[in-house]
């Protein structure tokens, strides 16, 4: 694995999609597919900018592969415009499209060999032969295969596979590359260094990726921006960070990574700060930043594990946001322990909490009484 | 308790192979009687099959055979091959289950129904029977053995890998001819191979069918029966157990060849990890 590039112009905060000049360069005007009765996907759009790596996360059945597959053209919407590069795609059959895939099962063809399955897309274009062994090489070269060029790939590991197939799909550079599922055959270990590869190359070749995953740490890593999907619908399209620190809904919230939600209902509503009662939590949740519920409304509170700080004696100051209750469960992973705390209204909640030093045993354990204490803008307030 | 070769496992070993090839190894030692009695035994000899090769006969029946053969199972493959794609790939449409109903009954019709029906659709075509008729007698059945093993291959196949063709910018007719067939050609073959054999091997059917001067071997063996087994039956029955020995022979060493070939590419494949 190489390091990630970092040129100071990469640094730059490259963000297209918050630019309202930035002309997309997919764009998904009301996509809807329905298979019999049963809707796919649901009225989407979407727009995905050039040299963005861009996620569809969401369960199985979410429509998420669909949505791929008629970027891809295998599908045609039921209603709805895709327009690639300010092209509409409507009658425009999979082999024309400027668009590659790379498939779940790799798809390699059987009965050719690395180098063949390579320089397939290149000859269906009829590129000039010292041309397509040039670029086959080149391809070779950056998935690290060269020495297995002529072997076929039920000679290959899954891990040669899976590289394979990104060669061929990348070698006819295309406008935008579909991923479906990549990664999903891996181990675990090869998966991680894989993503950051795919990232590498990702920015190496400029192209525009869309991935499908039900992974979401998959999705964290490699993306630009992620798109959660839930029955067919984007609930929310936006940055890893802003996913996870500022979900819009209960569901992105417990969708991505682990979060305690607790049920409140607002006692004061100002411009610069909100108070919210948990009765579930027997706290007064302090907001430090105006929420758009009115008092009395009723809200949700998303606290992740990892914002709140637990410990065996109260907070001196009384304004300090706090919940108290008693050890349940310790899950020790060695860079973290994972507390489960059940509050004396019978909820539990997960806290987690960093492993700073070493020691053979913790200082917390069963049964104590603990305090959990959070900052005032670590709880996420959502109104669905 | 069947572990090991107890004296019962060897008696019944010995009677099923008995059962089995008793017949076949009389009709090969008999093929080389010098007598002309089938049964009793007068030294050996060849002049049987030396004679084999001058009765015109038989050479004019298998050469018939031969013909009829390769080219009907040529035809029912093609057929076979697009019935077997219909039925796979299009799994819905109007009376679907009425024509893949219609493509396995030949399967399961009696040949001498099968025989009776074309002949009586060739007497109201008018049409003159010979090897044309036995032909596409023999391609209308085999068809259905072809379609089904196509079939039952397509079912197990990966689509994904059509739609990488396409996506890479393949036609669909390309697609088809450079990954679709190439990936499948060993159940084309397979049935091409079974068509082959159950076309030569018919007698029903192509005796139903035939006209003046169109007579294949089994017809002739047939015929030639009736006035008694002669050493020359044997000594042709004797090639045709010889040639289907060898086939599966071959057969069998390419498929341990294969076999190993697999393990090794396994091999290949974990070390290079």
């Not at chain 1, 200082?363 to 959070?374: G, M, P, S």
């Not at chain 2, 086939?247 to 393990?263: D, M, N, P, T, W």
Request: net charge neutral; with cysteine.
């Amino acid at each position: 694995m190489t390091a990630r590039a970092t040129e100071p112009t990469k640094k730059k905060k490259w963000a297209p999609w918050s630019d309202p000049e930035a002309e997309p360069f997919i764009r998904l005007v009301d996509v809807s597919k329905r298979f019999g009765d049963f809707l796919a996907v649901d009225n989407i759009s979407l727009d995905i900018y050039r040299s963005e790596f861009f996620a569809l996360l969401g369960p199985s059945g979410c429509g998420k592969t669909t949505l791929l597959r008629m970027l891809a053209g295998f599908e045609k919407p039921t209603s709805g415009r895709i327009e690639i590069d300010g092209v509409d795609m409507a009658d425009v059959p999979p082999y024309e499209r400027p668009v590659n895939m790379m498939f779940q099962s790799y798809a390699l063809f059987p009965h050719m060999t690395v180098e063949q399955n390579i320089a397939f897309g290149l000859r269906q274009d009829r590129v000039p032969r010292d041309e397509i062994a040039r670029r086959v090489r080149e391809m070779l070269d950056l998935v690290q295969l060269g020495p297995l060029a002529k072997r076929k790939p039920h000679q290959l590991s899954g891990g040669q596979r899976q590289r394979v197939a990104l060669a061929r799909s990348l070698v006819k550079r295309p406008k935008m590359l579909l991923l479906d599922e990549p990664l999903g055959a891996l181990d675990k270990k090869l998966r991680e260094k894989t993503q950051f590869e795919l990232v590498n190359i990702q920015e190496e070749t400029g192209i525009t990726f869309v991935i499908v995953t039900h992974d979401q740490e998959e999705a964290m890593t490699v993306s630009c921006r992620i798109a959660v999907m839930n029955q067919g619908r984007v609930v929310q399209a936006a940055t890893p960070t802003e996913v996870y620190e500022f979900p819009n809904s209960r569901y992105v919230a417990e969708f991505i990574g682990d979060v305690n939600i607790f049920e409140g209902r607002v006692t004061e509503s100002g411009a610069d700060h909100a108070v919210i009662g948990a009765p579930e939590a027997d706290c007064r949740f302090r907001i430090d930043h105006g929420i758009s519920a009115n008092v009395e409304a009723t809200v949700w509170l998303a606290l992740r594990p990892e914002k709140m700080v637990i410990g065996k004696t109260p907070p001196e100051d009384p304004t300090v946001n706090c919940i108290s209750g008693v050890v349940w469960d310790i899950g020790y992973l060695g860079n973290l322990s994972i507390f489960h705390v059940r509050l004396d209204s019978g909820k539990t909640v997960t806290s987690i909490r960093t492993n700073r030093s070493r020691e053979t045993e913790l200082d917390i354990t069963w049964e104590d009484r603990v305090y959990l204490t959070w900052a005032p803008g670590a709880v996420a307030v959502l109104m669905t | 308790m069947f572990n090991r070769l107890t004296p019962f496992n060897v008696t019944a070993l010995a009677f099923g192979y008995a059962f089995l090839y008793l017949p076949i190894v009389i009709l090969v030692i008999f093929s080389f009687n010098e007598s002309r009695l089938v049964t009793v035994w007068a030294g050996f000899s060849t002049k049987w099959y030396v004679s084999l090769f001058d009765n015109t006969k038989i050479m004019d029946g298998a050469w018939t055979t031969l013909r009829i053969a390769f080219i009907s199972s040529t035809l029912a493959l093609v057929f076979g091959t697009l019935a077997g794609l219909a039925l796979a790939r299009f799994t819905q449409f109007r009376g679907r289950t009425l024509f893949s109903g219609m493509v396995a009954a030949p399967l399961v019709m009696p040949e001498v129904i099968t025989g009776l029906s074309m002949l009586l659709l060739f007497v109201a075509l008018d049409w003159t029977r010979g090897i044309g008729t036995i032909t596409i007698a023999h391609t209308t059945f085999a068809m259905a053995y072809v379609a089904v093993v196509v079939q039952s291959r397509l079912v197990t196949f990966d689509r994904s890998i059509e739609e990488a063709a396409l996506d890479l910018g393949a036609t669909p007719a390309k697609t088809f001819f450079v990954i679709t067939l190439p990936i499948i050609a060993p159940a084309l073959v397979a049935g091409w191979l079974l068509s082959f054999t159950l076309s030569l091997d018919d007698l029903v059917i192509a005796s139903f069918t035939s006209g003046p001067g169109a007579t294949t071997l089994p017809m002739e063996i047939y015929s030639m029966v009736r006035l008694g087994v002669t050493p020359e039956i044997n000594a042709v029955s004797t090639i045709l157990v010889g040639i289907v020995t060898v086939g599966v022979l071959i057969a069998s060493v390419l498929q341990k060849r294969a076999a190993l070939q697999r393990i090794a590419d396994e091999r290949l494949a974990q070390a290079s990890e």
